[in-house]
């Protein structure tokens, strides 16, 4: 990437696997186009043997590559002339939970969106800076965009699984999306793995053939996991993921959060400040002052920015007197 904003093409606008959900931009679009999996190019062979139980489902079914980091270095966001991030860096460690926490329209979710390139699928969209995953810049000439969003997943702040479309099916789409052909073997036991890892596999595992629409807002949301979590991404986005669930299905999703922290790095956007005390280890402060673009005040380990900050405006939000 360069160091001056680039405004994104609209063939990059038409790659995308996710829907956004971002309440703070009104140019974004509501639907997206589906990926081209047709192409020879984009198409991968997984192969397993038959039959995969117990000790071989896990060994082939984890993680290839050790815990990813992930670096943002002097982000710089823009719609159209109107610039919302300003100069961002910050690192995401292996194997933590970052909470990106402050006020509405600070361009947290913004900056989500750039860290696995939807940021792009925005006409008016550009931005300037380098987004590295283990030191490999994600915007580079030569790495594709599939490749990016299979590395990085995103959970979005409502749940968004295919109404109409099995339980199996939800889970396994993203294959198909990233250009993964696999056999039936490795489709049963991808969506096993997944939905176990999701927290979702002892309550559906009799009804994978149902609709995946008629689960409740909790399931579908541990659901939409389990569809991230098929493709084997290094990272996991997760933008509010608990703002619309009642405290009962926020448990169990912050519970499969901490679980899934052993294997693969989570970035979590929330305006809920005792969520961020409980499920991260590091936390990044953002805010935008008026008429003016969003920057990190804070950022470090989750117990000293709540305990003691150094930054009186971190303070005065970690407890409540704005935001």
């Known amino acids: 990437m360069t160091d001056s904003p680039q405004t994104m093409t609209d063939d990059a606008v038409t790659e995308s696997t996710e829907p956004i959900d971002e309440h703070q931009q009104s140019d974004v679009p509501e639907e997206t186009k589906p990926l081209d999996v047709d192409s020879p190019t984009s198409t991968r062979e997984l192969t397993m043997p038959n039959p995969v139980v117990g000790d071989d489902l896990e060994r082939i079914l984890a993680p290839a590559a050790e815990l990813a980091e992930l670096e943002a270095r002097q982000i710089s966001a823009w719609f159209g002339e109107r610039k919302v991030l300003d100069r961002v860096d910050l690192t995401m460690e292996a194997g933590k939970i970052t909470a990106l926490i402050g006020p509405s329209g600070c361009g947290k979710s913004t900056f989500l969106r750039i860290l696995n390139r939807m940021h792009e699928m ?38 968004n699984p295919f109404p109409a479309m099995s339980i199996y099916d939800n889970v396994i789409a993203g294959l198909k999306l990233t250009g993964i052909k ?45 569809r991230s979590l098929a493709v084997r991404p290094r990272v996991l986005l997760m933008d509010e993921p608990c703002s619309a669930l009642d405290p009962t299905s926020t448990r169990v999703i912050e519970e499969t959060m901490l679980e899934l922290a052993k294997e693969v790095t989570i970035v979590i956007v929330t305006h809920n400040m005792q969520q961020a005390q409980r499920v991260s280890d590091n936390c990044a402060f953002f805010l935008a002052a008026q008429g003016t673009p969003g920057m990190i005040v804070e950022q470090g380990d989750t117990g000293v920015m709540f305990d003691s900050p150094t930054d009186s405006r971190t303070f005065d939000y970690v407890n409540g007197r704005f935001g």
């Open 122 to 159: 925005v006409p008016s969209a550009s931005l300037a800076g380098e987004v590295l995953l283990d030191g490999e810049d994600i915007y580079g000439a030569t790495r594709r965009l599939t490749q990016a969003r299979r590395d990085i997943g995103m959970v979005f702040q409502k749940p």
């Open 182 to 226: 696999a056999s039936r073997d490795v489709k049963d036991a991808l969506v096993e793995s997944s939905l176990i890892k999701a927290g979702l596999w002892k309550e559906v595992r009799d009804r994978l053939r149902q609709p995946g629409g008629g689960l409740s807002g909790g399931q579908q949301q541990r659901l939409c996991i389990a």
